[in-house]
């Protein structure tokens, strides 16, 4: 039985733009099909809205900005502004975001500090209330941004990492393909794939992100031979080179050989790793009353 149309409007699709006769968009912006243009909102020339894309109310996308497909903008998002970063002297730079990207209420995504450089998104990213990208940072695809969360400039994260609720992420710093990064987390130094850090301490991992990992596919087996890699390089005493070493001695799964070449890449160094029983009553949030 096909569904009542009143109650379940199936989606029109017009091949002419909707624009609302508030909204103002320049001459020079380039807009697929199907695009949707909510009331207030400012798009610059040399914009270019994939098809299907919808923007919320009082939007706004500066020159260089490019999204993808069905990419959806809530309300007062900015994309494209011009970085904060004082090394800017002008000149072209991009935003550019994949498609299916859901872009909530508030959220700032600044263009490139140099010419010819670009921030990037990657397709199905979801970045909730008010979090921030910096300039030249890198988003893989299906990363999630919580609220608040903050990226500095040319930080990158990986495919299908979770960065929860008010975390930080200095510049430069890298957070690899599924790792989860707990609310209010702060790095400076680059959270290998597929860990998870904790609150209280900056700069720590506690564990491997199992659940992640399970949602991802990844076997027992496979889940067996990151969880042996992981403890050799965190748990057994002998140095970030030494464990690689011994790491790479043995036959490698695609995904232990991910974490491998991560750590070995690392310029800023990676997270320690903490156990909980390790955080002293000092560094332990205050019960609630």
């Known amino acids: 039985m096909s569904a009542d149309p009143t109650i379940f409007p199936v989606p029109q699709r017009h091949s002419v733009p909707r624009i609302h006769p508030t909204a103002v968009v320049a001459d020079g912006a380039v807009l697929g099909a199907d695009v949707e243009i909510g009331p207030f909102c400012v798009v610059d020339s040399g914009v270019v809205l ?35 970063d004082l090394n800017y002297r002008g000149g072209d730079s991009q935003v550019v975001i994949g498609s299916d990207c859901v872009i909530r209420e508030g959220v700032t995504i600044h263009r490139g500090t140099m010419p010819g450089t670009a921030t990037e998104v990657g397709d199905g990213c979801l970045l909730m209330a008010y979090s921030h990208v910096g300039h030249n940072a890198r988003l893989g695809s299906e990363v999630v941004l919580a609220n608040g969360a903050l990226l500095a400039g040319y930080a990158e994260v990986g495919d299908r990492a979770f960065i929860s609720g008010n975390c930080l992420i200095h510049q430069f710093t890298r957070v690899g393909r599924l790792a989860m990064m707990s609310g209010g987390s702060a790095a400076q130094m680059d959270v290998p794939p597929f860990c998870m850090t904790r609150s209280v301490c900056a700069n720590t991992v506690t564990g491997l992100n199992i659940i992640g990992l399970r949602r991802a596919g990844y076997s027992a087996t496979e889940r067996l031979a990151i969880k042996t890699a992981f403890d050799t390089l965190y748990r057994g005493n002998l140095g970030v080179a030494r464990a690689l070493e011994l790491i790479a001695s043995e036959p490698m799964t695609p995904a232990v050989r991910e974490l491998h070449d991560f750590v070995r890449q690392s310029k800023r160094g990676i997270c320690k790793f903490v156990r909980d029983q390790q955080i002293s009553d000092e560094e332990r949030p205050p019960l609630a009353a």
């Open 50 to 84: 994939g098809e299907g894309c919808v923007l919320g109310p009082r939007v706004t996308l500066y020159s260089g900005a490019t999204l993808g497909p069905r990419c959806r903008l809530h309300a007062n998002a900015v994309v494209g502004d011009l970085p904060q």
